[in-house]
């Protein structure tokens, strides 16, 4: 409902530099939960209040990730109010004071240990599937253990979104804000072949919700998250000597610099094991 959103934010939207739609929604539902916990304590806008404000996330168990995303959609919004010198009313004026300030404000520093995900060996990823006796549920690990789908992406997928070939396919999936095609790897591909038998089009699983996909993930990775299973993927893409500009590809990451992070740990471990031993 935009007529409770604050008149800023729906210029701001109309008007910024965001080209990606998804990025729009995002930065916008943050500035308007940041507009409500002002108005709901009836403070104005500071370093202050920015601050508190991002210690009660942090309270409220956000990740320093999701932190960092909400301070840039807030000096995103900043930037565009400093350029605006059509807006003179003193509310817009008390704004653009409080954000020279917060134009300074540093982004949280990521524990690069906290980021590693727990990982499987390829192995133990295999050990898992052929335990696996349901097809949707093998489904599920395979997708996002070999083609490192996100728990999100599972829900939305469409069977005329896949095409499949012998032992191999493709698949649209949105990343970027838009679909993109990635690849299918054998073991998912028999199994997609088996699942979708001869439906032509419709979504791939009925009602795969993150709640279902975190249950099938527990059910036979007690210890795993389904991140960890995406985090896998990528690292046995590098340990199969896929170049990290395709592995990015098919993780879908907006930046080159998260890949890297992904797969951190299996490059130290490579690093470990084929160092030259002189130089």
Same mark, same amino acid.
């Given at each position: 409902?935009?007529?409770? #959103?604050?008149?800023?934010?729906?210029?701001?939207? $109309?008007?910024?530099?965001?080209?990606?739609?998804?990025?729009?929604?995002?930065y916008f539902s943050i500035l308007h939960s940041f507009f409500i916990y002002l108005a709901e304590r009836n403070i104005p806008l500071s370093v202050e209040s920015f601050?508190? =404000?991002? +210690?009660?996330?942090?309270?409220?168990?956000?990740?320093?990730?999701?932190?960092?995303? =909400?301070?840039? $959609?807030? /000096?995103?919004?900043?930037?565009?109010?400093?350029? %605006?010198?059509?807006? #003179? &009313?003193?509310?817009?004026?008390?704004?653009? %004071?409080?954000?020279?300030?917060?134009?300074?404000?540093?982004? =949280?520093?990521?524990? /690069?240990?906290?980021?590693?995900?727990?990982?499987?060996?390829?192995?133990?990823?295999?050990?898992?599937?052929?335990?696996?006796?349901?097809?949707?549920?093998?489904?599920?690990?395979?997708? +996002?253990?070999?083609?490192?789908?996100?728990?999100?992406?599972?829900?939305?997928?469409?069977?005329?979104?896949?095409?499949?070939?012998?032992?191999?396919?493709?698949? %649209?999936?949105?990343?970027?804000g838009e679909k993109q095609k990635i690849r299918i790897f054998k073991v998912t591909s028999i199994l997609l072949q088996k699942f979708i038998g001869e439906r032509k089009?419709?979504?791939?699983?009925? /009602? !795969?919700?993150?709640? #279902?996909?975190?249950?099938?993930?527990?059910?036979?990775?007690?210890?795993?998250?389904?991140?960890?299973? %995406?985090?896998?993927?990528?690292?046995? !893409?590098?340990?199969?000597? !896929?170049?990290?500009?395709?592995?990015?590809? +098919?993780?879908?990451?907006?930046? !080159?610099?998260?890949?890297?992070?992904?797969?951190?740990? +299996?490059?130290?471990?490579?690093?470990?094991?084929?160092?030259?031993? &002189?130089?």
């Amino acid at each position: 409902n935009n007529k409770s #959103k604050h008149p800023l934010l729906l210029k701001y939207i $109309a008007e910024c530099e965001l080209t990606n739609e998804k990025t729009k929604k995002t930065y916008f539902s943050i500035l308007h939960s940041f507009f409500i916990y002002l108005a709901e304590r009836n403070i104005p806008l500071s370093v202050e209040s920015f601050n508190k =404000y991002r +210690q009660t996330c942090l309270s409220n168990n956000l990740s320093v990730f999701t932190l960092n995303v =909400y301070l840039a $959609a807030i /000096k995103s919004f900043g930037r565009w109010l400093m350029d %605006r010198d059509d807006l #003179k &009313d003193e509310t817009t004026l008390q704004f653009k %004071r409080s954000f020279i300030y917060l134009s300074s404000a540093r982004s =949280y520093r990521v524990n /690069k240990d906290r980021y590693y995900s727990k990982t499987l060996s390829k192995d133990e990823r295999d050990t898992v599937m052929n335990k696996i006796e349901s097809l949707e549920e093998k489904l599920v690990i395979s997708l +996002q253990a070999y083609e490192g789908l996100r728990p999100s992406e599972l829900n939305g997928l469409l069977v005329e979104d896949i095409e499949l070939h012998t032992n191999y396919g493709f698949m %649209r999936v949105f990343g970027r804000g838009e679909k993109q095609k990635i690849r299918i790897f054998k073991v998912t591909s028999i199994l997609l072949q088996k699942f979708i038998g001869e439906r032509k089009e419709g979504f791939l699983f009925e /009602k !795969m919700t993150h709640g #279902k996909v975190y249950k099938i993930v527990k059910k036979h990775l007690p210890e795993y998250k389904p991140i960890c299973l %995406r985090h896998t993927a990528a690292q046995i !893409m590098v340990d199969k000597n !896929m170049p990290i500009d395709y592995v990015n590809i +098919q993780m879908r990451h907006a930046s !080159m610099a998260t890949t890297y992070l992904y797969v951190a740990e +299996q490059n130290y471990k490579r690093f470990l094991e084929n160092r030259p031993s &002189d130089l």
